[in-house]
């Protein structure tokens, strides 16, 4: 869960401030949480890096009007956190590399390319760990899996962790099971999504007006995964109290079942891994 103790990290860089950094950062302004010597950010427009201005804390530069603006963020910079575009990096850290200092961690939240790929591009004396964050980091109920590289320490481990856990849990996987990891929480919110929108229309389609329909199927997802987070029970326990023998609930889980929910499942994340893949080596 997001960290409520407080928490102290050193100078931190975010190239690129999109939503996903823009989460993260967000949780580095919490009050518990400390980032000596500030934040600094950079974006590719005026009104993107306007944006953050104003912020305690937070120096952001845009690189339409200021060719220096990465050099400038990550000088000093004990974490750079690259959020740029996949298709950005190489060019990023050909710029940044002679310009970052020995020890310095990079975190990447560039989906699909690799830690080889960055190891490759940057010196032999900066460690990089690889991260996939989610979009309920926003919340701060994020699941972030993080994948340590050849050259990362046991202490740049535990600074990613303590970054990335003020905007909810870590995982730290292997990198191959990073893309695996990406089809089920970095997806996921996607799939809640969906299924509260077809649950939604099923209501709608009984009679309920879309406003009725929006407070019982919010409502309940909401009151369910609460109930799961405040409970010792797993799913399928929680899932077999609300069962009641020969009920309403056990027909409409068995026509789930018949209908093959499951394989669907698998189906459907064996997709998105297979994608993640074929960006990954693109």
Known sequence: MTSTEPTTLPTIAFLGAGSMARAVLTGLLKPEVTVTGGIRATNRTTAKAGELEGIDGVTAWATDVDPEANLKAVAGARIVIVAVKPAMVPDLLAEIADSLEAGTLVVSVAAGVTIATFEG??????????????????????????????????????????????????????????????????????????????????????????????????????????????????????????????????????????????????????????????????
């Open 121 to 282: 591009l940057l010196p032999a004396a900066v460690s990089v760990i690889r991260s996939m964050p989610n979009t309920p980091a926003l919340v701060g109920k994020a699941v972030t899996g993080l994948s340590a590289g050849t050259r990362s320490t046991p202490a740049d481990l535990e600074l990613a962790r303590a970054l990335f856990g003020t905007v909810g849990d870590v995982l730290v996987v292997p990198e191959e099971k990073l893309d695996a990891l990406s089809t089920i929480s970095g997806s996921g919110p996607a799939y809640v999504f969906y299924l509260i929108e077809q649950l939604t229309a099923a209501a709608v389609a009984k009679g309920f007006t879309p406003e009725e329909a929006a407070v019982m199927v919010k409502g309940t997802f909401h009151g369910a995964t609460s109930l799961l987070a405040a409970s010792v029970l797993s799913p399928t326990e929680l899932r077999r109290q609300v069962t009641s023998p020969s009920g309403t609930t056990e027909r409409a889980v068995w026509e789930l079942e018949k209908g093959g929910l499951k394989e669907l499942f698998d189906r459907a994340t064996d997709a998105a891994l297979a994608r993640a893949r074929e960006l990954a080596g693109n």
